[in-house]
């Protein structure tokens, strides 16, 4: 056989080696999904991407196949026409409000079309936009065009008709536009009408007037009150911008919670509310964690003027609901404490219609196998999708901690964490896992890396409440020998005056020394103290370098080394070049704004009297933010009272510094001071934008002369 046949003969068997190993071993099929899922760090804002919680699963609503009006005896497509609600009941059924159909339509729980329910006898559906159905199976539908609430048996017979009943309770100029209701187990109705700024109608099972429910609060800004002041009653009253925002839906889960959507431009917070009957929220209250999160509707990089537009809220049995946003289509998911566990979406064509991408969400809701569902208004259809392996993990796991069972949820945190390393929930799992069994170290490293100040404060307060009665003891012999020789040092003095004489006090030579001495002079003597450094040469170049160098110091290791408890920071990298220009190019633009400003104002200070005495001001960084900064990491929430008045103290006092400096060293009354400093800002102010622009300016003339270079160079 020649050489080149057995070569090839080669060949052929390791490419039938290979098609083999393909045959026995077939490679997995992964399929990307057509959307991110992310997750946003309440504390540090930094977004994080994850595995997907929900993949999609199938599209529903295209094959509804009803008798031909025209001819009973034949079948006809009758596809869903701008559908409006969705409603899924304790028996995974499904019903859509076919709003341009004026029908309600039924699914199976295996999402095959079940029936349509007939028109009503005398006054049919006309615009249905909700819908929900009780324990009992009785359909209540918000009939929109009609100006009622029906109330229908599951074969679509008409129970009972709800209308706006009569109350003195109930405003002259009320405008009665159902558009969605809700139903708690006592048969009490929850009734948003279209744009109403009342909160919920509430209604007995009767149809009588009970009361408003969960309106949302005035916006009230620091504009308002200036318009308060100039405008008359009657032209307040007509600011449209001082209506509440109306509530878009409402829902209420097993446990009786009620919940509602709300939307408006001043809306800023508060757009998902959890309510027991008596109307307390249950959304945005401090726990052991912190702060509850208050703001609701999730977005990866907002634009400018954007603003949450939340449609419709799903709520599963353990309380974890989600809600989706009518304007970005993005689902955003939380626990029953409204802590953001994920949120996703992608980009919809407007010619075609791709599994898992929602065109224009109306509604959502969510089944017992915690099956999501999206109706979409604009394809006429519902978008399911199905829980993944990560996505079912982290919901059990923090089922598991919600409800306070920390050893079985641990395994599980460890598992998510193990799958993404950056998931911040599973580290506040573990951390309050740790926290549980005692291993308080652990679970403050674990809430530092998490960025929760309020957990790792907490922690810490045991580990130092652990170390204090360890050294309880010690701290007692300590303050015995101590108060033993001050006894003795007493008896000593006694028959030897000569310990009684004062020590030999330091009295600096140096020039230098002394004008550093005298910073010190400053602040407990400011008026005398900058007088001094313009008529008794107390200050120099020299001295004010230092002194600037010291609060530079002392400023750059209280942004970095500040406990996290008071400095979220901390935990997150901070450039040295960013803290210098911020310190430095502040002060400068101070110093060479207020000599300017004071040149102008007639005033007797020299350019070095400022320079001098604006770094002199900054002494109080040298004696307070040093000791603060070393204090800080012995310090937990508790006494957070205490840092925040060190802290506030030292600011005011360096800004009563410079205000004492500028009257001082200029001569000026209180009212030209005040003068003084406000043009000082302003000018301030006006220096930046000038440097901004020319900075700005520069970059498009350096990114000109390069490319006239590139075209140059290539012809």
């Not at 999206?374 to 199905?386: E, G, M, P, V």
């Not at 993990?393 to 949820?409: F, I, P, Q």
């Not at 410079?658 to 006006?686: D, F, P, R």
């Amino acid at each position: 056989m020649k050489p080149a046949q057995s070569k090839m003969i080669r060949l052929l068997r390791g490419l039938l080696a290979v098609c083999l190993v393909w045959v026995v071993f077939p490679a997995a099929v992964s399929a990307d999904y057509p959307y991110s899922t992310n997750y946003r760090s309440a504390a540090t804002g930094s977004l994080v991407w994850t595995q997907a919680a929900f993949a999609p699963e199938q599209v529903l609503g295209r094959d509804i196949i009803v008798p031909d009006p025209n001819d009973p005896a034949k079948q006809a497509q009758s596809p869903l026409m701008q559908p409006r609600d969705l409603f899924i009941d304790a028996q995974d059924r499904i019903y859509v409000a076919d709003s341009g159909n004026n029908r309600v339509v039924v699914f199976h729980p295996n999402g095959e079309f079940d029936r349509v329910l007939p028109a009503l006898e005398g006054t049919p559906l006309s615009n249905p936009q909700g819908l929900h159905v009780d324990e009992k199976g009785q359909i209540y539908v918000a009939d929109t065009g009609n100006a009622r609430i029906v109330m229908l048996d599951q074969q679509g017979k008409l129970l009972k008709e709800y209308k706006l009943p009569e109350s003195r309770f109930i405003p002259a100029d009320y405008r009665f536009e159902p558009i969605k209701v809700a139903v708690d187990k006592r048969g009490f109705l929850y009734i948003v009408s279209l744009g109403s700024y009342n909160g919920l109608l509430q209604l007995d099972p009767e149809g009588g007037f009970v009361r408003f429910f969960a309106a949302n609060k005035v916006p009230f800004t620091v504009l308002d009150s200036i318009k308060r002041m100039i405008y008359s009653k009657e032209m307040y009253e007509k600011q449209l911008s001082k209506l509440p925002p109306a509530i878009n839906n409402v829902n209420i889960d097993e446990r009786g919670f009620t919940y509602t959507v709300s939307f408006g431009e001043s809306l800023t917070e508060d757009q998902v509310k959890k309510l027991n009957n008596a109307g307390k929220y249950f959304l945005g209250s401090s726990s052991t964690l912190g702060e509850g999160n208050k703001k609701f509707g999730e977005y990866r990089f907002r634009q400018i003027g954007q603003m949450v537009n939340l449609k419709d809220i799903a709520i599963d049995a353990s309380g974890n609901f989600s809600v989706v946003d009518g304007d970005s289509k993005m689902i955003s998911q939380y626990d029953a404490f409204g802590n953001l566990l994920f949120f996703w979406s992608g980009d919809a064509s407007p010619d075609t219609t791709q599994l898992g991408i929602v065109k224009s969400p109306s509604a959502i809701d969510i089944n017992s196998k915690n099956e999501l569902f999206i109706l979409d208004d604009n394809a006429n259809l519902i978008q399911t999708y199905r829980q993944t392996e990560f996505g079912a993990l982290v919901y059990k796991a923090n089922n598991l901690t919600v409800d306070g069972r920390y050893k079985e949820a641990e395994p599980l945190w460890r598992e998510v964490l193990h799958l993404n390393a950056y998931y911040t929930p599973a580290m506040i799992g573990l951390a309050q896992s740790a926290y549980a069994r005692g291993d308080y170290a652990e679970s403050q490293k674990l809430f530092r890396d998490a960025g929760v100040q309020e957990g790792y404060s907490n922690a810490f307060w045991q580990i130092r409440l652990q170390w204090f009665q360890d050294k309880f003891g010690l701290f007692m012999n300590l303050i015995m020998v101590a108060v033993a020789l001050y006894v003795v040092y007493r008896m000593a003095a006694k028959r030897y005056p000569v310990l009684l004489n004062s020590p030999i006090r330091f009295r600096p030579r140096s020039r230098f020394l002394g004008q550093m001495k005298h910073s010190l002079y400053v602040l407990r003597h400011p008026i005398d103290g900058f007088s001094a450094l313009r008529y008794e040469n107390k200050g120099s170049y020299v001295s004010a370098f230092v002194i600037l160098a010291l609060a530079y110091i002392s400023y750059a290791v209280s942004r970095t080394h500040t406990s996290f408890t008071f400095n979220m920071e901390a935990i997150m990298p901070l450039s040295g070049l960013t803290v210098f220009l911020q310190f430095f190019l502040v002060w400068i633009g101070w110093v060479v704004s207020n000599y300017l400003v004071s040149s102008i104002m007639r005033g007797e200070g020299r350019f070095k009297d400022v320079f001098v005495g604006s770094a002199y001001a900054l002494t109080p960084f040298i004696v307070v933010g040093l000791p603060l900064t070393l204090i800080s990491n012995g310090m937990s929430l508790s006494e957070e009272s205490i840092y925040n008045f060190l802290h506030t103290g030292m600011m005011v006092w360096i800004f009563l510094l410079l205000v004492w400096k500028v009257q001082s060293l200029q001569n000026y009354t209180v009212g030209e001071t005040v003068v003084n400093l406000l043009y000082t800002a302003v000018t301030m102010i006006i220096i930046g934008v000038l440097c901004f622009i020319l900075f700005g300016l520069s970059t498009e003339l350096r990114s000109f002369i390069y490319s006239i270079i590139q075209e140059v160079s290539a012809r």
